[in-house]
């Protein structure tokens, strides 16, 4: 896989998300002493080019750069996820890799997929293969519902790209993963979400360099429970991510080759 410098490329905007406070402030700079240049209004979509750290807002430090050139502070962007969903501002880094087909394979299979809007287990309006909306009726996904299963893959792909970022932007130098490490821990974080895997121990064993497939078989056992129970679904979805993980390979992924 050929991958870029992010950094020598004109900004890539990625898809629009949605504002939820009510009136949020725009800054000059990725904190809240930065003057204000603008400001949104709660439900109104915003493009982010890069992201960085900054003031805490609420626990959350992270803040986005939108496409008027000013900062918002993550906490009231509504990206789905609690990590990075884009490149780090003013850092050179290479893009995500992308998954195999083997990890493709095994999070549409435990995902399962449905052509209407549903309620998942979860409370949560859910459509495709595990597509957790964020509008109402799905109104974010570009592709006609019902979906056809064809373009039910072609959003899982979309989806499964923020987890790969996702990943790639929580791993440190000292994670060494190959391509089917790496397709384990994307589909764990597809199913946890990026908060909870960027907390997980499992995160802080590979950051701390420890090997891979003992962390994975150690930590992926571990979040099975659905209210406190023990979900077969979970177990197997688990199982078939850790037979993933000790499958060898030589192809690398994580740090990413630029």
């Known amino acids: 896989m050929k991958f870029t410098i992010i950094a020598a490329l004109a900004p890539l905007f990625v898809d629009a998300y949605l504002i939820t406070g009510d009136t949020v402030n725009c800054r000059s700079g990725p904190g809240t002493s930065y003057a204000v240049k603008k400001t949104y209004t709660k439900g109104q979509d915003v493009k982010i080019s890069c992201q960085q750290a900054g003031t805490s807002v609420d626990g959350n430090n992270i803040w986005d750069k939108t496409q008027d050139g000013c900062f918002v502070a993550d906490r009231y962007v509504k990206t789905g996820v ?81 987890y790969e970022k ?55 056992p571990k979040w099975v429970y659905g209210n406190g129970k023990v979900l077969p679904g979970l177990v197997r979805r688990r199982d078939a991510e850790v037979a993933l993980a000790k499958k060898a390979t030589s192809t690398a992924a994580i740090p990413p080759k630029c």
């Open 82 to 162: 609690a990590g990075y969903v884009t490149e780090k501002c003013g850092v050179k880094t290479c893009a995500a890799p992308a998954v195999n087909q083997a990890t493709v394979d095994l999070i549409a299979e435990f995902e399962g997929f449905r052509a209407s809007v549903y309620i998942d287990a979860t409370g949560h309006p859910t459509v495709g293969y595990g597509h957790l909306c964020t509008q109402a009726k799905c109104a974010e996904v570009k592709y006609k519902i019902p979906l056809s299963q064809a373009d039910g893959k072609k959003l899982l792909a979309d989806d499964i790209k923020n």
């Open 166 to 220: 996702c990943v790639t932007s929580m791993a440190n130098s000292n994670a060494k993963l190959n391509a089917n490490q790496y397709g384990a821990v994307v589909s764990f974080t597809f199913n946890l979400g990026c908060g909870a895997a960027q907390g997980s121990q499992m995160m802080k064993r590979l950051n701390a360099g420890e090997n891979p497939n003992t962390v994975i078989a150690n930590e992926f």
